[in-house]
């Protein structure tokens, strides 16, 4: 079983749309994050949710609104989408909130390929 | 601010040979490191981690050598193989200890 998924893996459309993208991870963590890749493959968290409560937001534009009906889901909802968007955007778990206070690492998903035309 | 090896630059081997990928750090108070392999297509796989009190900590072909004085963070990894070939990056806890911050990446390529 994949241990943290997300869908769609690809995903393509048009500047000024809305989109949203989905998260779930069935390894029982209690922390999930949104992480952004760019085309020069550097790696930025976006969100960070504990046991559905955020805890970390790196100055995302509000543009960007995860929400998380329970832990072992979070989605990424992107309202009028921009050029700038296109990405790759990873899901990730990890037990605990504190990151390597239990030696705990992060589990990331595949990603999705977003491409905004 | 502070900065995790902001560079992706391209580390070639030969098949056989050790592979060393380094990664500067500039948040002194970090206490916690990790390095992950992304593969073409994939997310970033936890590879081997290693806390600030230790210098050097080994896994299976691979090890992680940190240097506090320098802020400097290696891995080494034994005898590459092809499936090494991958984006390596090194990742640091912040301050408050609940996020990681990645630095560039590097890419590996292994030449058969």
């Known amino acids: 079983d994949t241990a943290v998924s997300q869908t769609p893996k690809y995903l393509v459309t048009q500047m000024g749309n809305d989109k949203s993208i989905k998260c779930e991870q069935n390894?029982?963590?209690?922390?999930m994050y949104w992480y952004k890749q760019d085309s020069k493959k550097f790696l930025k968290i976006m969100f960070s949710?504990?046991?559905?409560?955020?805890?970390i937001n790196e100055t995302v534009p509000n543009r960007f609104s995860p929400k998380s009906p329970d832990k072992a889901h979070l989605n990424l909802h992107i309202n009028s989408l921009e050029l700038g968007d296109s990405a790759v955007y990873f899901c990730?778990?990890?037990?605990?909130?504190?990151?390597?206070?239990?030696?705990?690492?992060?589990?990331f998903g595949p990603g999705t390929r977003l491409l905004v035309l | 601010g502070e900065s995790v090896g902001l560079h992706l630059p391209t580390l070639s081997v030969q098949e056989g040979d050790n592979s060393i990928i380094n990664c500067a750090y500039s948040?002194?108070?970090?206490?916690?490191f990790i390095w992950y392999k992304q593969e073409s297509g994939k997310g970033p796989q936890f590879i081997i981690d290693i806390r600030s009190n230790m210098d050097k900590r080994q896994g299976q072909r691979v090890t992680v050598l940190l240097n506090k004085t320098v802020k400097h963070l290696s891995l080494q990894i034994a005898a590459t193989q092809p499936g090494d070939s991958a984006v390596y990056f090194c990742a640091e806890n912040n301050n408050a200890g609940n996020m990681l911050t990645f630095g560039g990446g590097t890419r590996l390529m292994v030449k058969p």
């Open positions: 949710y504990n046991n559905k409560e955020l805890i």
């Open positions: 390894l029982g963590h209690d922390t």
């Open positions: 948040n002194s108070a970090s206490d916690y």
């Open positions: 990730a778990s990890s037990q605990d909130r504190w990151a390597g206070a239990t030696g705990e690492t992060q589990y």
